[in-house]
């Protein structure tokens, strides 16, 4: 019958405009709540790299601050070491010039007219007793060493 078509068309929900605005409604509804829900995501994501970015700054500084440190390290250590070189070339030369001179009391180098030639003699003798040892030792403490070979001088770094 022809009533009864016409009853389920108009009762179709294809033809309720209620109902299909209330669709339309649903429908933007699940879209909203989607897009609050990606942006609820980001949010997290964002704060997640913000942490990172503090953490990677706090890292950097505690970073610089040992690079700092190691350097006065290893400052301090090449400063003893160049110390410690000094003071072993002063007590060579000091027992060399205590060689020369006759020991401790340097009696050798003393003269009785008080002329400091003998003086200069003396260490000048002990100077050339060090030979090899002393220009070693100059060179060492010059940044680099030389040797000395029949006369010949090769420099090596």
Known sequence: SVIQERMAFYNSRKNDKAARVRDQINDIHENMIQNIESILQRQEKIEL???????????????????????????????????????????????????????????????????????????????????????????VMAGGWRATVNGASKAAR
């Not at 040992?66 to 090449?78: G, M, Y």
């Not at 003269?111 to 003086?119: D, G, L, R, V, W």
């Open 49 to 139: 790299l913000v942490e990172k970015t503090e953490t990677f700054t706090n890292d950097a500084a505690h970073f610089r601050r040992q690079s700092v440190n190691l350097r006065r390290a290893v400052w301090w250590q090449n400063t003893r070491f160049i110390a410690m070189m000094i003071g072993a070339a002063l007590l060579v030369i000091l027992f060399i010039s205590m060689w020369a001179c006759g020991g401790i009391t340097f009696s050798g180098c003393r003269s009785s007219s008080s002329s400091p030639s003998a003086a200069v003699a003396h260490l000048q003798d002990a100077g050339n007793a060090l030979g090899e040892l002393g220009t070693a030792t100059a060179q």
